[in-house]
């Protein structure tokens, strides 16, 4: 079939609204209908050529919802009409990381999904008989994709697709991080450096668990209001303190019993470990740094109890974990709306990539 997609043909370059060719579902594959994507940073650091794993030319997209149209052979967890998350980090239960119980990191599908390709070697977009890659297994910046079985969660029809589609990354990462990798308990005192698209769902995870002070920390004033909204009790922008870390520890009493990084920036890492509590602290990586960005600390500083962390799709298991945090919001425990800052049509897409690095958007998600 033919779908429309904004193809990534080069990095650095703006992404271009194509007509590609789009081959059926083979066995264990699903062709699904994207209905909405939200654009992540991580979209744009792979655009950009700092992601040692970009390759061109792709689809890319990762946060997306749509409807299930077709299944291949053997496909049984999913119908058509069936709505979908498609999963970066997919759930088979069978291979050794699934059955550990230890990771969300399933690895039944990583490598070819790393090249760019579907289990079998292949791509399933291409353009004049040229092959396009895949992108983190989801390629939701085109409007039809085939994707593996385990790489869709199923939810609820009555969710709706420009909200939900947010939980296929942003909303799972930094919800997730604190429930699921960090476990941050009733009372805890949490720091969260970046209040973008991943930082503001940390803040209202900690904020649902019940944290005591939640510390935002964001170069940008403008991120202080809809942080406040979403639950910090104190505000640091570093351009106003000599010492962020010197400023949470006074303001903590010792440190915070937990921070988390989710800028992608080595030096704001050091800071995040730097400001937990000795003895206990744990501070959890979620930003993506650029290729071969190095972190560093004093060892001290892990020899006196701190704990250095990081956490991937917020450490949820996404078949399972993925339709209940569509539940949660549909509950209203948690909040997105305000989060989607703008709504586009693909045509715009390389709009959506301004508002984000002018720092103007939370999310902007593309509608087909
Ligand atoms: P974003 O652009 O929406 O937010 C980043 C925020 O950090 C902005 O508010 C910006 O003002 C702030 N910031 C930038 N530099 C700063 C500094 N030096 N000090 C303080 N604040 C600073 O991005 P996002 O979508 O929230 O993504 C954040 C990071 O998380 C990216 O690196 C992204 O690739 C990564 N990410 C990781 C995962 C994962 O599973 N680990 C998932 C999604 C995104
Ligand atoms: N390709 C990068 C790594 C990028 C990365 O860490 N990706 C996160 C998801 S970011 C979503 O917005 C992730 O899930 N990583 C686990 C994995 O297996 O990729 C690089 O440095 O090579
Ligand atoms: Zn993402």
Known sequence: MKTRAAVAWRAGAPLSIETVDLEGPRAGEVLVEVKATGICHTDQFTLSGADPEGLFPAILGHEGA?????????VTSVRPDDHVI???????????????????????????????????????????????LHYMGT?????HIVVPEIALAKVRADAPFDTVCYIGCG???????????????AGANVAVFGLGGIGLNVVQGARLVGADKIIGVDLNPERE??????GITHFVNPRDTPNVVDTIVQLTDGGVDFSFECIGNTSVMRQALECTHKGWGRSIIIGVAPAGAEISTRPFQLVT????????????????DVPKIVDWYMDRKIRIDELITHRLPLEDINRGFELMEKGESIRSVVIY
């Open 86 to 132: 498609p999963l970066y980090t997919p759930e088979c239960r069978e291979c050794k990381f699934c059955l550990s119980r230890k990771t969300n990191l399933c690895q039944r599908i990583r490598s070819t999904q790393g090249r760019g390709l579907m289990p079998d070697g292949t791509s399933r977009f291409s353009i004049d008989g040229k092959p396009i």
């Open 139 to 143: 390629s939701t910046f085109a409007n």
């Open 66 to 74: 749509g409807v299930v149209l077709e299944v291949g052979p053997g």
């Open 305 to 320: 109890g701190r704990k250095w962390e990081g956490s991937a799709f917020g450490g949820a298991r996404g078949r399972t």
């Open 225 to 230: 209001a809809m942080a406040r909204q979403f």
């Open 171 to 185: 909303v799972t990462t930094g919800v997730g991080a604190v429930l699921f990798t960090a476990k941050v308990e």
